[in-house]
């Protein structure tokens, strides 16, 4: 006699729970391999299908909706599809044992693409009709809400079919439901339930069975990682009850009634309930109960202490008047009501600026301005004839102010509607005050206190942005005050606000600043020639207005030399500073819109070159100059294409490595030769580091230039020269190329550095060495360079070396700092995500080791270089690595060192909440050694750290820290008696929360 095929066995084995998983794929095997199909599968259950043991029907309805689920999608045909949808439905009326089963097959079987309409439909009907949902288990629910989310996904339109009816077999399904994961996928379904079926006459009882949950009263267990969170169940829910304006009627009361809850919570959500359900249900819906909502919203408003709550109504009120707008052909008066009784009642506090409901009153009218045109002009219309009248009703500076600042913050609510009249024609919110409101403003540029002036001068740019608000003479008159506040103000924020005003005039009104502002200005600078001492007077702020207001192209041209002719003129070291950072300001603003860019390259930069040449002495070589030529040389270059960036460095080659001066026009070479030696002018090598390392990396850089760079970084007398040719050198080797050539001149660069780090080399030439080194290391790093490793492995031998240990130290700071100018994606370099987590990762255990081997008066070396790297790494990398450093960051407290102390307590405060367990293994080192710390006479800072720290280790559980309460509460003493307000500040904090260790008071 022949044995049974295998798959008839492994039936009979997974009924009888012999073998299930196997069983399962040597069923699925011979479904796949086509040796069976389902019918096939389905009869040779059949005898335990009709089984008169419950158990044995529902092992074979599980193997089958095992295999189910196990199979293509594509897998079953339409008539099997049509087959087990009727045995499903069937199934349904069997023994509830099975339900669960049945119910995952239907669930696979739903997946189908061969399934019909017509089955869907039966076996939608059957669940509705034959499954008591609320009776089964929380897992079984959840698979007839995935059922009925599938379909709804995938097979909408099929359901539609059912009309109504799916409708009452939803809500049925829903009602009762009370697992947060469910009710996730439920709300999330009656959403589309309510805008995708009649549901007429179940509105009712479909919003009863979702809003019942309202507010949501939630809170995830902390053990469960993967628990539905509080708040999606919340969006879930508000999406769901602002799904139509059917629910109106029912939900408008039922917001009401929760906004007069107690709970803050209940009243926030009932707000952004609110907020999102007035678009949808419409103005109409809302009209009756527009007073109470506003009752309620105006009493939290002006009450509340809850900055949530108040921020909540803003939303609501901002969302009702939005849509009483857009109604508004059919609602004029609704909006004219609602927002009347909104200004009847903040009116009387606008009248009185001193007082507390001055600003929430102003806040809020500021919020529903916003909400659209009609209720801009409507706030608006009566707010700023009233600010006015209260401005200039008051005598006292410091009320004036707070109105005036008021009354700018009403105005820029105007802006996004104040179209151009004189274009347009239409009137705007503001144009019964054109006149008004404008002259408040200019008369004020004139006022005794300076602060009136500022604020002022701030109003005037917010009146620039109202399109057709001010005049063709009010902006002359504007452009006259600005210009004399900005040559003889004695305030430098005046100045300097009203230079930004300036600016704004210019794109409103370039012919105004043309004929009006820059003759002005270059008068005043002629004027000056005669002035010895430029310090004493504003006229070094000249050069700096007139780049602000250079807006057009023949302005941007006529204006460089304007600054060229003023650093010409006889002066002091920041006359030069100040024509330098205009000339900075003006590519700046120039880079950000892309313009002019050609310009810079082939005129600014060549004269500027020449102008370097031209310069005599030490004029031009201060600090803040040549961080001026550098930035000037890298922002040009870093936004030129390749083309022009190619020419550029041609330039700059044939200048300073060529000495070939004849590419410089209208420039007497003779000259220049007799009166600088090239290769010692500072301010030329500025601007040639900072156009060459800021390139595109499709530019070539010449090997040369590099080699040039490293000689320069390692011999040059000026140590601001050395420092801006390792950051050039070390931006041109991030950016080389790959290849065999890189390799050779990083071997040359180590062959060269090593021999002048040798210890019998001078101090002053092993640091130059050093810091180049330092600066390569970086370049590689941040590139992920195999040569990392072996410059990396050089820093931590120095640690060691008695003259170059500290500088090693400090060298970790540089590596991991993120610099603007230096090896950024500014610059356009190359930058491997996550190199600081990578080197922290590998170099960390090497300064372990390091510290245990090291003698005792080196080891401060490897703390210092341990804490320079802490600070910049990501906390979440920093925390599985902490432990084994703790033990070192306790010693670096006891260091002497001040930096490393006060860079070891900002990493203790910043993990001592993330890591309690591993610092409380620690406590009875750390609090003494803190408690020292906050004694520390020589430095405030150090004080301040300590009592922060100290402060946040009461976050530590309350049996590892109530031990030294007492303790820490008596040695605070001192500290509240200190001579510096800030360490006051601090101990009292701690000392609070000290003394509440224990209780549930939380500061």
Known sequence: MMAAPAWKVACEEFVTGKNDDSSVAVVEHAL??????????????????????????????RLLAVILHQLPKTFVNTQEAKFLAAFFSEKLQDHYSIMPHVLHGIYALTMSQYLLAEDILKLVQALFNEVQVQSLMKADRRIVFCILAHLIDQRLSDLQKLDAEFVLGFIKVLDGEKDPQNLSVAFRLAAIVCQQFPIGNFAEELFEVTSCYFPIDYTPPSSDIYAV?????????????????????????LLLDKLSSDVQSAKIDSLLTLAECAEIYGAEQLKPFLQPIWLVVRKEVFASMSEEVVKACHQAVLQIVKTLSIAISTAQSLLDDFIGGILLDCRHHLSEPELKLFVPSTKFLQVVASASDPACCKVLGTVVPLL???????????????????LIDFLKIAIPYCTDIHEAGDTGPLQAFRGSVPALFLSLLSDRNASLRLTSVCGTQTLLDLSGFLSQSDMCLLAEHLVKLVLEDPSRPVRLESTKALAELSLHNSVIIQENVMPALLNKLKEEKAVEDYSSSNTEEIPATLAAISVSSHMVEDTVQHIFDYMRQPGSNSQQEAGLKALL????????????????????????????????????????????????????????NAGLATELVKFMISIVLEEDLSMIKNIDVNKLTRVNNISDNAALHALFAGSLSSCMQQVVIPEEVLAHEKEVACTCSKEAVCNMASRCYANLINKYREGANLDSLLNNAIKDLELRLEPSRYSEERLKAF???????????????????????KILGQLSDTELSEKAANAFSVLLHDYDNVLSSEMHCNIRLMYKQRFFLETAPQLVEGFHAAPTDQKQYYLIALSNMLKFIPRQVLLGEFPPLL????????????SLQLSTLSVLSDLVRDTPQVLAEHVDTLLPQLLKLTLHRPNMNMRVSALNCLSTMTDLPHHIIYPYQQQVIRQLATALDDKKRLVRKAAVKTKMKWCFVGTSVSL
């Open 32 to 61: 796949t391999n086509k040796e069976i199909t389902v019918l096939d599968l389905v009869e040779e259950l059949g005898v335990h299908l009709t089984s008169t043991q419950a158990e044995s029907r529902a092992q074979a309805t």
């Open 229 to 253: 969170k509080t708040q999606d169940l919340v969006l879930y829910l508000r999406k769901c009850l602002a799904a139509t304006p059917v629910f109106a009627e029912f939900c408008l009361p």
């Open 388 to 406: 006015e009248s209260q401005f200039y009703a008051r005598p006292q500076d410091s009320q004036r102010q707070a109105i005036l600042v008021t």
């Open 585 to 640: 300001l003006m590519v700046q603003q120039c880079t950000a819109t892309g313009d002019r860019m050609h310009f810079f390259s082939t005129h600014l930069v060549p004269t500027l070159t020449g102008f370097t040449l031209e310069q005599q002495g030490d004029m031009f070589h201060t600090l803040d100059a040549l961080s001026f030529m550098e930035s000037i040389g890298q922002t040009v270059a870093s936004s030129l």
């Open 771 to 793: 810091s180049l080194w330092v600066w390569i290391t970086k370049a590689l790093i941040v590139r992920g360079h195999p040569y990392a490793s072996t410059f990396k492995c």
């Open 887 to 898: 033990p070192l960051l306790l010693q670096s407290l006891m260091s002497s060192d001040p």
